[in-house]
């Protein structure tokens, strides 16, 4: 099945959505349980109390409690706007920043970081020109702190809609940022699986989406290949992806290929799948990868296709390197709760 298709169900009466590109499953939302949190909720949040050994501060949300971290200059009391920044884990407080990101489907309004970018995504410098303008034009009047970052997906899109699109989200910024009145309240929803996935997916746009397509698309059965370690890399190798309390530990293996460059060639088959497998598990912090053994020659080609790997992916990335052992160590940021509790108790 070639194309890009998005698929819109439900999980256990939850929003989900699925993006399958050329027959294979690229990404995967589901909504988290009701009294979770989604990241991109913004609060008016209350100080409450600092943390000086870990840089930071806690932060009173309707909720419950909020953690900011790297504050300065705040005071118990005061009133701060913050949105949440990653999913929160049980028993922790809730992750926040005070760098507020208002985004839709064609525009983000970054409040304290002045300043009109267009995607890099965009090449033709005609286009880009015009953006530039049609985004100087809307933004006129805005607060002169709040910068503007046009997605690519507003490529070839008519120009009064992108307007129209920037003037509402620079409108919402103003107003949320002033609203500093008032107890902890939440101002703003995180986006649920379906809105994330018609404003995040829009690029390059798809070419169908379906409602309630899991089963004609197999998206359940990629789920549920997808509870099991064992990832099957092509060429008879697989990779094994297990998260533990500490980290996301990652085993190559090439299987029952003997030839001379069966490792490498595993090596970077996994190395190219890692990226999507962590996304479609929701996996993130400290991961370890025991590439199959290769001469350390080998290890320059290997972190050249990690580079590129981890290049276009959206969440935060980390490239470590080789250690001592002989092992490859990153970070990547959790962006969105596990999948395998999103599924607890759902049942197969």
């Known amino acids: 099945m070639k194309g890009r298709v998005v698929c819109l169900d439900q999980v256990d009466g939850r929003d989900a959505a699925a993006l399958i590109v050329d027959g294979q499953l690229e990404d995967l939302l589901i909504d988290p349980p009701e009294d979770v949190v989604l990241p991109g909720a913004i609060y008016r949040a209350v100080a409450d109390r600092p943390m000086k050994g870990q840089g930071g501060m806690f932060v009173k949300l309707p909720e419950g409690t909020g953690f900011l971290r790297q504050v300065s200059g705040l005071a118990p009391g005061q009133r701060i706007i913050v949105q949440v920044s990653g999913p929160t884990e049980p028993g922790k407080a809730v992750p926040v920043t005070t760098r507020l990101l208002f985004k839709s489907r064609w525009a983000i309004i970054t409040p304290g970081a002045p300043g009109i970018n267009i995607s890099r995504r965009i090449r033709d410098e005609e286009t880009r020109a015009g953006l530039q303008q049609l985004a100087q034009d809307a933004m006129a009047g805005a607060a002169a702190d709040h910068g503007l970052i046009l997605r690519s997906a507003a490529e070839g899109e008519d120009e009064a809609a992108v307007a129209e699109d920037i003037l509402a989200m620079k409108d919402m910024a103003a107003a949320v ?29 798809p070419d169908e989406v379906v409602e309630g397509g899991f089963d004609d698309h197999g998206v359940w059965e990629m789920i549920a290949a997808l509870q099991s370690p064992r990832v099957d890399l092509p060429g008879g190798g697989h990779m094994m992806v297990e998260p533990t309390r500490a980290l996301v ?37 400290q991961v370890v990868v025991d590439f199959a053994p290769v001469p350390k020659k080998d290890r320059g080609t290997l972190d050249q296709v990690m580079k590129a790997a981890f290049r276009a992916e959206g969440a935060e990335t980390h490239l470590a390197g080789w250690t001592a052992l002989g092992l ?13 509790e999103l599924l607890q108790g759902v049942a197969p």
């Not at 990652?250 to 190219?272: C, E, I, M």
């Open 177 to 205: 940022v002033a609203d500093l009145s008032g107890g902890p309240e939440l101002l703003v929803d995180g986006p649920g699986a379906h809105e994330s996935a018609w404003r995040d997916w829009a690029e390059p746009a």
């Open 249 to 285: 530990a990652v085993d190559v293996n090439t299987g029952a290929d003997t030839s001379p460059a069966a490792a490498l060639k595993a090596n970077v088959a996994a190395a190219r799948d890692l990226p999507r497998q962590l996304r479609l598990r929701g996996l993130g912090g």
């Open 328 to 340: 490859y160590e990153f970070t990547r940021k959790r962006d969105r709760l596990p999948l395998a």
